[in-house]
């Protein structure tokens, strides 16, 4: 690996969910709690389209445009540069926001929640089929994150924040079964997550200012060190999709470092996989 560098400025107070795609010409991801989806452009400018109260995650569509997390439901775009129109809502629910999305090789879109106060088993993970309809995959869950697939399709990996944990699902004619514990984040909060060509699997572990790689079978393979504590999510993209890109944050930081907000980026051995678009 080479070594890191800051991409942008501290540009978000909640960065998250980096997403790679030539779709819309390289990276983007959101400043969740300022309602903005942001763009990377080759100069390291940032451009931002706000959406609402909320932009929890961005993601492509197999039709061409993109699929956005937003505060209650979902938003849609139907081309790379247009303004998403809103879904109804899916909950009337003003303490429970989105959280965090990701798709599976069918096209599923997986959308994780979490309550405002945090409340223990108050949120849940559901899946929208590109058909439009919903179905709750995990109740009770806190503060739903990451979301990814094996490069086979057999296998889910996933992260409940607050239970220390990335879990592992095996995929069964598209159920996910048997959920157990893939690794433990240690000292830090498994947050976002992306799982590489290899079957690798990548995890922002937020508050001691990690991403770590395991291999399939949770062996630790790697650790980078960032300058800021909070991280959040990571993804692989670039040309070859060898580029390790993370979203930080200084949410309710009274003390945040610099660079806190900033896009980092590291170029690694193992590529990526091109990200699973949204059927709907």
């Known amino acids: 690996m080479?070594?890191?560098?800051?991409?942008t400025d501290a540009v978000a107070y909640h960065g998250e969910g980096p997403v790679w795609s030539p779709t819309w010409g390289g990276l983007r991801f959101v400043d969740m709690l300022a309602g903005?989806?942001?763009?990377?452009?080759d100069d390291g400018s940032v451009d931002r389209l706000h959406v609402g109260d909320v932009a929890a995650f961005v993601r492509p569509r197999r039709s061409g445009g993109w699929v956005v997390g937003l505060e209650r439901g979902i938003g849609l775009a139907d081309a790379p540069d247009e303004t998403p129109r809103a879904l109804p809502e899916m909950w009337s629910d003003t303490g429970l926001r989105m959280n965090e999305g990701g798709c599976d090789p069918a096209g599923n879109l997986y959308v994780g929640s979490m309550r405002y106060d945090r409340a223990e088993g108050g949120a849940s993970l559901q899946r929208i089929a590109p058909d439009g309809g919903v179905t709750v995959v995990l109740p009770h869950v806190t503060v739903s994150n990451g979301i990814d697939?094996?490069?086979?399709?057999t296998r889910a990996y996933y992260d409940d924040t607050e239970t220390g944990t990335?879990?592992?699902f095996d995929v069964v004619d598209g159920e996910l079964r048997d959920r157990r514990v893939f690794h433990s984040?240690?000292?830090?909060?498994?947050?976002?997550?992306?799982?590489?060509?290899?079957?690798?699997?990548w995890v922002a572990l937020n508050g001691v200012g990690r991403v770590r790689c395991y291999s399939p079978s949770a062996e630790i393979l790697a650790d980078v060190d960032l300058p800021v504590r909070l991280v959040t999510a990571c993804t692989l993209g670039g040309p070859d999709l060898r580029d390790l890109y993370v979203t930080t944050s200084r949410e309710n930081l009274d003390d945040p470092e610099p660079e806190a907000g900033a896009v980092f980026r590291l170029r690694v051995d193992v590529p990526g996989r091109p990200v699973l678009p949204y059927g709907g």
Do not use: I, K, M, Y
């Open 36 to 41: 903005d989806v942001c763009t990377l452009r």
């Open 149 to 153: 697939f094996s490069p086979d399709g």
């Open 166 to 168: 990335t879990d592992v």
């Open 185 to 201: 984040g240690d000292d830090g909060r498994p947050d976002g997550l992306t799982v590489d060509s290899a079957g690798n699997v």
């Open 2 to 7: 080479t070594q890191l560098e800051q991409v």
